[in-house]
């Protein structure tokens, strides 16, 4: 009689670490899906990448403004340096020859400021392109996520829902095992980690895959206590 009923309540300790799989299970997936909600981070990255982008930006231009203020003065002290030229104001030859000169270092001097203003300014124009795609790829990231995260909620009720079915299909079978069976059970459990219960098939564990010794086979044919398996520990249920 005793046997028997060790052996009905092998079954459902069995079933009940099949319960216990799909609840960690869906634990695992659960979490998972608590991660992605929570997780901004490409949101942040494309934010970055636009400041970036603007940092650059307000940088080039403070750099325009002031290369377009030295070719302004450049070309100030050029108009008035021709001015003492062709005013007749020098009479000088030597003078003459220094304001030549230095009208010849000023026009190269302007040429080399319009270069780099050109630079600056295609350079400029090319991270303008950059920066709006950085602007569109970051609003449509922000866009999307209130739905993406509508969907991962709707996930994230599902697997409470399922995991609180699956607990309570296990609450019922838990008061038919013994205290002493389930808290070994639970034990072995901690220790092993998934299974602590496996099938004997073909005189072997089906937890370890060690093929039982025959007087061990024979405890688990007859005995009315749990037999745990030699090798790993694991409660052994005879199909
Ligand atoms: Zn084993």
Redesign the pocket.
């Known amino acids: 009689m005793q046997g028997e009923k060790i052996i009905g309540n092998l079954k459902k300790l069995y079933d009940i670490q099949e319960l216990d799989l799909r609840i960690s299970k869906f634990e695992k997936q659960l979490s998972q899906i608590r991660v992605l909600i929570s997780d901004e981070s490409e949101i942040d990255l494309a934010k970055g990448n636009r400041d970036r982008l603007i940092s650059i930006l307000d940088d080039l231009s403070a750099r325009r403004r002031s290369m377009e203020r030295n070719v302004s003065e450049l070309n100030e002290r050029l108009g008035s340096i021709e001015k003492k030229l062709y005013s007749g104001a020098i009479t000088n030859p030597k003078a003459m020859e220094a304001a030549e000169e230095e009208k010849v270092f000023i026009i190269s001097q302007i040429s080399e400021a319009e270069d780099s203003l050109l630079e600056i300014m295609v350079e400029a124009e090319e991270i303008e392109i950059s920066k709006t795609e950085a602007v569109e790829e970051l609003s449509s990231l922000e866009e999307s996520r209130p739905e993406e995260i509508r969907k991962l909620r709707l996930q994230e009720e599902q697997f409470d829902v399922d995991i609180h079915q699956v607990r309570s299909e296990r609450d019922k079978l838990v008061p038919d095992i013994p205290t002493m069976v389930m808290s070994k059970y639970e034990s072995i459990i901690q220790r092993k980690g998934g299974h602590a219960i ?1 099938k004997v098939e073909g005189g072997m ?1 089906q ?2 895959r ?1 093929t039982l010794p025959t007087l061990e086979l024979q405890k688990v044919h007859n005995s009315d206590d749990t037999v745990q ?1 030699n ?2 520990g ?1 409660i052994l249920y005879l199909v």
């Open positions: 496996s564990c937890g370890c060690v398996c090798n790993c694991r």
